[in-house]
């Protein structure tokens, strides 16, 4: 063959070679590689968006449980209003139920709601939760001093256990404290249990401390 | 006349030297190519490098596509839409929103988390005293209607107050400008030892690719080769999505932030193709030279 017609099939050859054998790399070799980065490029534009709602995600919360919780404000996923951001899991009292931010009665027909005006798990403030004693929270009426409750977020998992409870009026805002540096899980819902034709002045509520050894988290103003 | 026997002998031992030379030149051509496409995979490493640095990761691209969205203003739309929901339900008149949450807060405060987060600093965002700001809304606006504020009513404004600004924040928090900088530092980390790595084994592989072989063009025939591998191995797949329009598929999200996506989708994926392009250049330069080498030797 002509040393010409050779060098040119070199330049022809040689770099389309090198460039096969380069993707052949990357999307055979490479595929669980490049499936993990479109995987990512993915879940960074949907939960990205400025107007994601933060919803509970499985996968974040496992994530969060290898990694340890978070430990900064500017970390936790706040979730918009009406969104389930959280599980409640009690075993011992078979309660497992969807914590919306919110205590509205959309919140309390798909789960229990937070009180907006209460802490974050994990920040070292009262959380407020109330729920329906005819469905998600059945199981408070069974609670007592000792009894255990988990709770699991996007960003870490929570351990709180019953100190005590106490039944009181509805509109007694003694009942809690929601302006303690100290986190405590309060729990309420209607008193007395299963009456639901008959309107119900009182709650009964359920506090309890929280005992996992992570970290408190400080919901930080910057005027602080 | 036939041939005496030294004769013989000489041309047996010219063709011997010609089987042993073509056996070397293949020998240092099979070499020559396996060092070229080893130094392909380093250029590749190189300009992929290049590539997101002028692409994904560059702050200022990220920032003007930004811009260009009019995202500020979107967000401030959108936000203004959530808080009214969150007013409405807490039975408190928007009215107390108005001086409060204004486009310009938005837009300082906004612009400071991403710039923030795009330079890897604290993330935190400035609520500059929000929550005082519509207390003091709220408690003008009950003592001019003529409202006693009750515990009750102060527990449905402090729950309202901590609702707005919660959404506030969140609604700030462009938590993809997060994402981005968590990637860039997690692939920077693995760039902090792989690049010096890989340049100094491309280096290496250069000084080979000319010492193999007995004229020097010829490895620089084989450099110019790496280079115009690397490039088309940079730039074929990106240009392939970009002339497919593949990023406007895009449909996640509010149509600002789509729109924001698909501007920086694009541009990263034409920094591949520059950086692709400029290695091809370089590899007509190589060639260049070469051609020069060897004019030189004639």
């Known amino acids: ?224 | 006349m036939s041939k005496k026997p030294s004769d013989i002998n000489g041309h047996n031992s010219k063709h011997k030297n010609k089987k042993n030379h073509g056996r070397k030149k293949l020998i240092r051509n099979i070499i020559s190519v396996i060092y070229s496409f080893l130094l392909t995979v380093c250029l590749s490493i190189i300009l992929l490098a290049v590539a997101l640095r002028f692409g994904f990761f560059d702050k200022g691209m990220t920032l003007n596509k930004i811009n260009e969205s009019d995202y500020y203003n979107s967000v401030y739309a959108e936000l203004m839409d959530n808080l009214d929901t969150i007013v409405d339900s807490k039975g408190v008149n928007k009215s107390v929103l108005t001086d409060v949450i204004t486009d310009k807060r938005v837009y300082i405060n906004g612009k400071q988390f991403i710039e923030n987060s795009l330079n890897n600093e604290d993330t935190k965002v400035e609520v500059d005293n929000i929550d005082k700001e519509l207390l003091a809304a709220m408690e003008t606006y009950y003592k001019e209607h003529n409202i006693k504020i009750d515990s009750n009513i102060k527990a449905d404004m402090d729950a309202t107050i901590s609702a707005i600004n919660s959404e506030y924040i969140r609604m700030i928090r462009f938590q993809f400008v997060d994402y981005i900088r968590q990637y860039k530092n997690d692939i920077y980390s693995v760039f902090k030892w792989l690049l010096p790595l890989v340049s100094v084994i491309g280096v290496i592989l250069i000084i080979l690719l000319i010492l193999v072989h007995k004229y020097p063009h010829r490895g620089v025939r084989f450099i110019g080769l790496s280079f115009v591998s690397s490039g088309l191995l940079c730039m074929l797949m990106p240009l392939y999505l970009l002339v497919e329009k593949t990023y406007q598929n895009i449909s996640t999200g509010p149509k600002y932030y789509i729109q924001f996506l698909q501007e920086y989708v694009q541009w990263s994926l034409s920094s591949f193709v520059y950086t692709g392009a400029l290695a091809i250049m370089i590899s007509v330069i190589l060639f260049v030279v070469m051609q020069m080498m060897k004019n030189r030797i004639r």
């Open chain 1, 1 to 224: 063959m002509n040393p010409k017609i050779k060098r040119t099939l070199l330049y022809i050859l040689l770099p389309v070679a090198y460039v096969a054998i380069g993707y052949v790399l990357i999307f055979y070799c490479g595929g669980d590689l490049v499936k993990m980065v479109k995987d990512q490029i993915g879940l960074a534009m949907e939960k990205g968006a400025p107007d994601y709602p933060n919803g509970f995600d499985e996968s974040l919360y496992k994530k969060a449980v290898e990694n340890g919780n978070v430990e900064q404000w500017s970390e936790v996923p706040l979730p918009a209003i009406n969104t389930s951001y959280a599980v409640l899991l009690s075993e011992k009292l078979g309660i497992e139920a969807n914590v919306y931010y919110g205590d509205t009665d959309e919140s309390f027909s798909n789960g229990v709601g937070q009180y907006t005006g209460s802490g974050m798990f994990g920040c070292g403030r009262p959380i407020l939760i109330g729920g329906h004693d005819t469905s998600y929270f059945a199981g408070l009426e069974d609670a007592k001093a000792g009894d255990t409750f988990t709770v699991k977020t996007n960003y870490g998992e929570f351990s709180y256990e019953v100190t005590k409870t106490k039944i009181a009026k509805a509109t007694d805002s003694s009942a809690f404290d929601l302006e303690k540096t100290e986190e405590q899980l309060i729990l309420y819902t209607c008193y007395p249990f299963g009456k639901v034709t008959k309107e119900r002045e009182e709650r009964f509520f359920v506090y309890a401390k929280r005992t996992d050894n992570g970290p408190v988290i400080k919901e930080v103003s910057d005027n602080e």
